[in-house]
């Protein structure tokens, strides 16, 4: 029987090839699953406005500033009526807001910034921008930074991949602070009257990253600037996820806005700022529809700190609330808040406690990446409230500390307590004021006569919280 011829041999690749077509094949795999997992993961945008009042907007009651693109947010969102910055003035309360502490805790509770200052934000805090940093996404800051203008410190050093804006207020001269223009409202009355004024009677300067590019800035177009540079960087990163924090240096004085939208009477100069700024946040809104982004956006639009009442119509309104910007009642700390995405019921309000600090761990809950632990923080995970699956606010407390850092105040659900220092007396007892926001959120009827054992068990509770924070409060940032 002939012999059956074999077939020719087959040759299979070596060992080595397969492996490098499965570790291929394998990488490719990973690669597009993480490219659907960022297509997941949903954009932040958080616009903060500088100097706004609780009751400068038409969903929070104004009857003078028309407000539509703004209160677009309160329609398709939620509106929070009872959210607090952590301290009556800037440069604290942006430091509460990006690290999600009290000021305080970060060093940063001591007043504002000037040009001459040699401190500011820790990077070794965790920022809003770190954490979104490190889970993929594209970060920028565009506008007022004021925690600090030099390079350590700068937006680009604490999480932001890019910075486009004034390195601090825009009432502050580069570099030393002198050789300002006359103060008060009939102050900025001359300089509303004379647009040029920006370029003539101010040396604010304007960073890109870490170098000034324009001294002065020219202030009539920064609102249109910074949305611009917003728009572009959503543009330019609309495959992947984005963060964008654009904190308006409007309305904080001096006002100015384009040549093309300016009223020129100086009594309408707050609402002509606060409409332009509206006008600004319906374009960038509109690119979001335009790409198929606001499903999967989430906009956050609040303020820094209440309005600069001694400024008049150059300043704006705290409606119902007392008082407002440097103070520690509710018209310096109770802020207008709205938020737009995923998730989040449309035209719905949230009258429960909750504030900036609690911004960073929500967001946080949000992408699922957990905070550091090595880090103390103050905020909370707000996250069931912002969604309205929970009827209650896990924040039961909330401590007011003075423009200074100095702790003036505590809340603990519908009681407020305040113990004021009387300065410029001889008195050594404070003046006590005991509020019940739920039937008096104009803290107009004090209630600490009636209520001693409140008083005492708050003010023991104030300072129990506050010594907790300055026995760990981790040291700002200082130029050596």
């Given at each position: 029987?002939?012999?059956?011829?074999?077939?020719?041999?087959?040759?299979?690749?070596?060992?080595?090839?397969?492996?490098?077509?499965?570790?291929?094949?394998?990488?490719?795999?990973?690669?597009?699953?993480?490219?659907?997992a960022q297509a997941a993961k949903?954009?932040?945008?958080?616009?903060?406005?500088?100097?706004?009042?609780?009751?400068?907007?038409?969903?929070?009651?104004?009857?003078?500033?028309?407000?539509?693109?703004?209160?677009?947010?309160?329609t398709e969102g939620r509106k929070?009526?009872?959210?607090?910055?952590?301290?009556?003035?800037?440069?604290?309360?942006?430091?509460?807001?990006?690290?999600?502490?009290?000021?305080?805790?970060?060093?940063?509770?001591?007043?504002?910034?000037?040009?001459?200052?040699?401190r500011g934000l820790n990077p070794?805090?965790?920022?809003?921008?770190?954490?979104?940093?490190?889970?993929?996404?594209?970060?920028?800051?565009?506008?007022?930074?004021?925690?600090?203008?030099?390079?350590?410190?700068?937006?680009?050093?604490?999480?932001?991949?890019?910075?486009?804006?004034?390195?601090?207020?825009?009432?502050?001269?580069?570099?030393?602070?002198?050789?300002?223009?006359?103060?008060?409202?009939?102050?900025?009355?001359?300089?509303?009257?004379?647009?040029?004024?920006?370029?003539?009677?101010?040396?604010?300067?304007?960073?890109?990253?870490?170098?000034?590019?324009?001294?002065?800035?020219?202030?009539?177009?920064?609102?249109?600037?910074?949305?611009?540079?917003?728009?572009?960087?959503?543009?330019?990163?609309?495959?992947?996820?984005?963060?964008?924090?654009?904190?308006?240096?409007?309305?904080?004085?001096?006002?100015?806005?384009?040549?093309?939208?300016?009223?020129?009477?100086?009594?309408?100069?707050?609402?002509?700022?606060?409409?332009?700024?509206?006008?600004?946040?319906?374009?960038?809104?509109?690119?979001?529809?335009?790409?198929?982004?606001?499903?999967?956006?989430?906009?956050?639009?609040?303020?820094?700190?209440?309005?600069?009442?001694?400024?008049?119509?150059?300043?704006?309104?705290?409606?119902?609330?007392?008082?407002?910007?440097?103070?520690?009642?509710?018209?310096?700390?109770?802020?207008?808040?709205?938020?737009?995405?995923?998730?989040?019921?449309?035209?719905?309000?949230?009258?429960?406690?909750?504030?900036?600090?609690?911004?960073?761990?929500?967001?946080?809950?949000?992408?699922?990446?957990?905070?550091?632990?090595?880090?103390?923080?103050?905020?909370?995970?707000?996250?069931?409230?912002?969604?309205?699956?929970?009827?209650?606010?896990?924040?039961?407390?909330?401590?007011?500390?003075?423009?200074?850092?100095?702790?003036?105040?505590?809340?603990?659900?519908?009681?407020?307590?305040?113990?004021?220092?009387?300065?410029?007396?001889?008195?050594?007892?404070?003046?006590?004021?005991?509020?019940?926001?739920?039937?008096?959120?104009?803290?107009?009827?004090?209630?600490?006569?009636?209520?001693?054992?409140?008083?005492?068990?708050?003010?023991?509770?104030?300072?129990?919280?506050?010594?907790?924070?300055?026995?760990?409060?981790?040291?700002?940032?200082?130029?050596?």
């Open positions: 029987m002939p012999a059956i011829p074999y077939p020719p041999k087959k040759i299979y690749p070596p060992m080595k090839t397969k492996i490098n077509y499965l570790l291929l094949s394998t990488v490719a795999f990973i690669l597009f699953a993480t490219n659907i949903p954009n932040f945008i958080l616009i903060f406005i500088d100097d706004q009042g609780y009751g400068d907007l038409s969903c929070f009651g104004s009857q003078k500033i028309r407000t539509p693109n703004i209160d677009r947010l309160s929070f009526t009872s959210f607090m910055v952590a301290s009556p003035v800037c440069t604290p309360s942006r430091a509460a807001l990006l690290t999600g502490c009290y000021p305080k805790r970060v060093g940063m509770h001591q007043h504002v910034l000037f040009p001459s200052s040699t070794k805090e965790h920022t809003l921008g770190d954490h979104l940093k490190s889970e993929g996404y594209a970060t920028a800051c565009f506008g007022k930074w004021h925690l600090g203008h030099h390079p350590e410190v700068l937006p680009t050093s604490n999480g932001f991949d890019t910075y486009y804006g004034i390195p601090y207020s825009n009432d502050m001269n580069h570099p030393d602070n002198k050789g300002k223009p006359k103060g008060g409202p009939d102050g900025m009355d001359i300089l509303w009257k004379d647009p040029e004024s920006t370029l003539t009677k101010w040396k604010t300067p304007l960073f890109e990253d870490e170098a000034i590019v324009e001294l002065p800035v020219d202030q009539r177009t920064v609102t249109r600037r910074y949305t611009q540079k917003a728009i572009d960087f959503v543009k330019a990163n609309r495959d992947k996820p984005f963060f964008v924090y654009l904190p308006h240096s409007m309305p904080h004085i001096p006002l100015y806005v384009p040549d093309d939208v300016r009223d020129p009477d100086p009594k309408n100069a707050y609402t002509n700022t606060i409409e332009h700024i509206d006008s600004e946040v319906g374009r960038l809104l509109n690119v979001l529809d335009e790409l198929k982004l606001s499903d999967n956006t989430y906009v956050i639009y609040t303020t820094d700190n209440g309005p600069w009442l001694s400024f008049k119509h150059h300043g704006g309104s705290a409606g119902p609330l007392r008082d407002g910007k440097g103070t520690t009642f509710e018209g310096g700390q109770r802020v207008p808040c709205l938020i737009r995405g995923p998730g989040i019921p449309a035209g719905t309000v949230c009258n429960e406690l909750m504030g900036t600090i609690d911004v960073l761990p929500t967001i946080a809950a949000i992408t699922g990446k957990p905070l550091p632990e090595k880090n103390k923080i103050d905020g909370m995970d707000m996250l069931r409230l912002w969604m309205g699956k929970a009827k209650k606010s896990p924040r039961k407390e909330f401590v007011y500390y003075t423009s200074r850092g100095e702790i003036e105040g505590i809340r603990q659900g519908n009681w407020k307590l305040l113990v004021k220092k009387r300065r410029g007396q001889t008195a050594t007892e404070p003046q006590i004021l005991l509020f019940d926001l739920s039937k008096d959120v104009g803290e107009k009827n004090n209630q600490a006569e009636k209520n001693p054992q409140i008083v005492n068990q708050l003010r023991s509770r104030m300072e129990e919280l506050d010594a907790e924070i300055t026995a760990n409060a981790r040291a700002a940032w200082f130029k050596k």
